[in-house]
């Protein structure tokens, strides 16, 4: 398994300005991915990050929006662009070892006012 | 698209009985099934998975049912003790990626 952190754990921010939420992972992995959780419901990915790479989008989420890094196999940043109350949410990040198993960061709670 | 949804949003149990979670399915092409635990300003923990081709699989306290004909998993916890309580997740593996497809939860209470 992989032991994951994220940075902040939590902010509160004001619409319009941006939000980078960092993602380290104990050891190298092949995949990391993006998820957001709107309060009280599951899980939706966002994106997979791709190292050395754009990420790969899901429908309804836009490189614009939510500009993506990875600049090795430990760590990735997920920018939350021009927020609006709309972008409050926890968002997640996780990794996986290029089996099916993906293991979960902490969560980052980001509340727009 | 495609997506992994759940019965029941909540399902309260006496600490001590067994407790059943159910999940409907719609991609018969997924190669895993996964059970997720998340509890409270957490995130999700890997509880166990299912491969597409088995039908049974058992771990410590609990044990997951594939049922491909129906399209349906179950994740049953033994003596549901009260760290139990949480939401469950059933989740979906696309080979291609890797990708999960999240149902929509379910909240365990758990009652002393």
């Known amino acids: 398994s992989a032991v994951i952190s994220q940075k902040p754990s939590r902010d509160i921010c004001q619409r319009g300005t941006s939000l980078t939420i960092q993602c380290q992972v104990d050891?190298?992995?092949?995949?990391m991915f993006w998820y957001r959780q709107q309060p009280g419901q599951s899980l939706t990915l966002i994106a997979t990050?791709?190292?050395?790479?754009?990420?790969?989008?899901e429908s309804g989420f836009v490189i614009d929006k939510f500009p993506i890094s990875r600049p090795n196999l430990t760590f990735s940043t997920l920018t939350v662009s021009n927020m609006s109350p709309e972008d409050s949410s926890i968002y997640l990040c996780s990794a996986g070892t290029g089996k099916h198993e993906q293991y979960f960061g902490p969560g980052t709670r980001l509340t727009v006012t | 698209g495609e997506s992994v949804g759940l019965h029941l949003p909540t399902l309260s149990v006496q600490e001590g009985d067994n407790s059943i979670i159910n999940c409907a399915y719609s991609?018969?092409?997924?190669?895993?099934f996964i059970w997720y635990k998340q509890e409270s300003g957490k995130g999700p923990q890997f509880i166990i998975d299912?491969?597409?081709?088995?039908d049974k699989r058992q771990g410590q306290r609990v044990t997951v049912l594939l049922n491909k004909t129906v399209k349906h998993l179950s994740l049953q916890i033994a003596a549901t003790q009260p760290g139990d309580s949480a939401v469950y997740f059933c989740a979906e593996n696309q080979a291609a990626g890797n990708k999960l497809t999240f149902g929509g939860g379910t909240r365990v209470l758990v009652k002393p």
């Open positions: 990050a791709n190292q050395g790479s754009e990420a790969t989008y």
């Open positions: 299912i491969r597409s081709n088995m």
């Open positions: 991609n018969s092409a997924s190669d895993y």
């Open positions: 050891s190298q992995v092949t995949m």
